[in-house]
């Protein structure tokens, strides 16, 4: 990076950490469109607005900083803004034309993003080296049909947004007892400790039974304006019913907790004053790693999630999938150019940067199979469950609410020392499927 363009990134990195939104000045042309990997051959300065969560603005700067010392022929001005994942839609879509030209967000927000025409496509050489390098669910996750063609509208970054098991070394002694949710409770029961897993109140995580049959799903029609038109779902059928047996068989194990959530799984690990923890074992995600690691020390262990028992078959639980994904904006003056810096932010080196600077899960495949990264025991674990998980996108809208309470009358029949009937189980089903319908 040459003097000049150092001096306005310094300045315009100074200006963003005291709050400000910086944003690059916005012509009218019309979002979405194709970006192969042009450039700026007018010798002017190229300004580039990024935006990415808090933790990630000194690594973004950093790989920044790399990018414009690797292409010393032209002159950048990079302004960085901070923007959580989770809110990213709201901030943006309230006015597109002076968003940045790349921000990062969450799969599951693509489709709403591409409505909104916040994302160029990405097309050509870039297309290319994007589905050959990352992993078949991360391009799939980045990857909208329109029309009835699949197209490319992001870069993959991140993969390791699902929940797999936590456990205690020194109440499973036999990798033989993390095999089986019947021998995992079982072992617990026998030790006088809880397996937690929070199915209760939310869907994300009861979805992992219903999609350990590869048979069971929904389907979502789209219009041009990603506006669902016909919404399908078979979890009313015999095989979901199946399902729903299984579930009351394990909610109704006394060493089952399904009213559960992060506070109450760090509360149950934590040891009490005479050095017990209630939990054996727990469901969760890399959120709570470093914590559980404190609380657990070297009995700390990590594994993908257990098979269950329906309608007598061994079937492998499989949650969702969440990808971490960077877009180009589709009213960027800069397509050509945010694209290149894009692919550059998410590519194999910066992937393996983020992961030994935050510990974040690649996509990349390079990277993925690097001795480093397999040896880590959390993310190794992450991308052994992400082969098992469907990808968090295109996903019902009216999904997620009926899912939540669909087995609370199971619970509360349980704490009334009561048992729910299949045909109770059946009306459930039901009453979910014509909720999601459309």
Request: proline share 3%; glycine share 8%; charged share 25%.
């Given at each position: 990076?040459?003097?000049?363009?150092?001096?306005?990134?310094?300045?315009?990195?100074?200006?963003?950490?005291?709050?400000?939104?910086?944003?690059?000045?916005?012509?009218?042309?019309?979002?979405?469109?194709?970006?192969?990997?042009g450039g700026n051959a007018t010798g002017n300065?190229?300004?580039?607005?990024?935006?990415?969560?808090?933790?990630?603005?000194?690594?973004?700067?950093?790989?920044?900083?790399?990018?414009?010392?690797?292409?010393?022929?032209?002159?950048?001005?990079?302004?960085?803004?901070?923007?959580?994942?989770?809110?990213?839609?709201?901030?943006?879509?309230?006015?597109?034309?002076?968003?940045?030209?790349?921000?990062?967000?969450?799969?599951?927000?693509?489709?709403?993003?591409?409505?909104?025409?916040?994302?160029?496509?990405?097309?050509?050489?870039?297309?290319?080296?994007?589905?050959?390098?990352?992993?078949?669910?991360?391009?799939?996750?980045?990857?909208?049909?329109?029309?009835?063609?699949?197209?490319?509208?992001?870069?993959?970054?991140?993969?390791?947004?699902?929940?797999?098991?936590?456990?205690?070394?020194?109440?499973?002694?036999?990798?033989?007892?993390?095999?089986?949710?019947?021998?995992?409770?079982?072992?617990?029961?026998?030790?006088?400790?809880?397996?937690?897993?929070?199915?209760?109140?939310?869907?994300?995580?009861?979805?992992s039974f219903f999609f350990a049959d590869e048979?069971?799903?929904?389907?979502?029609?789209?219009?041009?304006?990603?506006?669902?038109?016909?919404?399908?779902?078979?979890?009313?059928?015999?095989?979901?019913?199946?399902?729903?047996?299984?579930?009351?068989?394990?909610?109704?194990?006394?060493?089952?907790?399904?009213?559960?959530?992060?506070?109450?799984?760090?509360?149950?690990?934590?040891?009490?004053?005479?050095?017990?923890?209630?939990?054996?074992?727990?469901?969760?995600?890399?959120w709570n790693a470093a914590t559980i690691k404190?609380?657990?020390?070297?009995?700390?262990?990590?594994?993908?999630?257990?098979?269950?028992?329906?309608?007598?078959?061994?079937?492998?639980?499989?949650?969702?999938?969440?990808?971490?994904?960077?877009?180009?904006?589709?009213?960027?003056?800069?397509?050509?150019?945010?694209?290149?810096?894009?692919?550059?932010?998410?590519?194999?080196?910066?992937?393996?940067?983020?992961?030994?600077?935050?510990?974040?899960?690649?996509?990349?495949?390079?990277?993925?199979?690097?001795?480093?990264?397999?040896?880590?025991?959390?993310?190794?674990?992450?991308?052994?469950?992400?082969?098992?998980?469907?990808?968090?996108?295109?996903?019902?809208?009216?999904?997620?609410?009926?899912?939540?309470?669909?087995?609370?009358?199971?619970?509360?029949?349980?704490?009334?020392?009561?048992?729910?009937?299949?045909?109770?189980?059946?009306?459930?089903?039901?009453?979910?499927?014509?909720?999601?319908?459309?």
């Open positions: 990076m040459n003097v000049y363009s150092k001096l306005i990134a310094s300045v315009l990195c100074l200006s963003c950490l005291c709050g400000s939104f910086a944003a690059c000045a916005r012509g009218s042309s019309q979002g979405n469109g194709t970006v192969n990997n300065p190229i300004s580039l607005t990024i935006w990415g969560a808090q933790e990630d603005q000194q690594m973004l700067k950093e790989m920044c900083d790399a990018y414009a010392m690797e292409n010393p022929d032209k002159t950048y001005q990079f302004r960085f803004g901070v923007l959580g994942e989770g809110n990213s839609s709201d901030k943006i879509l309230n006015d597109v034309e002076a968003g940045p030209d790349i921000f990062a967000f969450p799969s599951d927000r693509i489709n709403t993003f591409y409505a909104g025409g916040a994302l160029a496509r990405i097309g050509g050489d870039l297309e290319s080296q994007v589905k050959a390098n990352n992993s078949e669910g991360s391009v799939e996750a980045a990857t909208i049909r329109v029309n009835g063609e699949d197209h490319l509208y992001a870069f993959p970054v991140t993969g390791d947004n699902c929940y797999f098991l936590y456990y205690d070394k020194s109440v499973f002694k036999n990798p033989e007892d993390l095999q089986s949710m019947d021998r995992l409770l079982d072992v617990a029961e026998s030790a006088g400790k809880k397996v937690h897993f929070k199915i209760n109140d939310d869907g994300w995580y009861l979805a048979d069971l799903g929904y389907d979502v029609t789209y219009n041009d304006r990603m506006v669902e038109e016909k919404v399908e779902i078979n979890f009313d059928s015999e095989d979901g019913l199946d399902v729903m047996k299984a579930i009351r068989h394990y909610v109704n194990r006394d060493g089952f907790v399904a009213q559960t959530d992060d506070s109450k799984i760090i509360a149950a690990f934590t040891p009490d004053s005479s050095g017990k923890r209630e939990c054996a074992a727990a469901v969760s995600g890399t404190r609380l657990l020390g070297d009995n700390m262990g990590v594994c993908i999630l257990p098979t269950v028992k329906i309608d007598g078959e061994d079937v492998r639980l499989s949650g969702f999938m969440g990808y971490k994904l960077m877009g180009v904006n589709g009213y960027s003056q800069n397509k050509g150019e945010a694209a290149k810096l894009a692919a550059y932010l998410t590519n194999e080196q910066n992937q393996l940067k983020r992961f030994r600077t935050r510990g974040l899960g690649p996509t990349n495949k390079k990277v993925s199979a690097l001795p480093e990264v397999m040896n880590d025991p959390i993310i190794s674990t992450v991308l052994e469950q992400a082969a098992y998980n469907r990808s968090q996108k295109d996903v019902p809208s009216a999904f997620w609410t009926p899912m939540a309470s669909l087995i609370t009358p199971i619970l509360t029949a349980k704490a009334e020392g009561k048992t729910v009937s299949d045909q109770q189980l059946q009306e459930y089903l039901n009453a979910l499927c014509k909720q999601i319908r459309k």
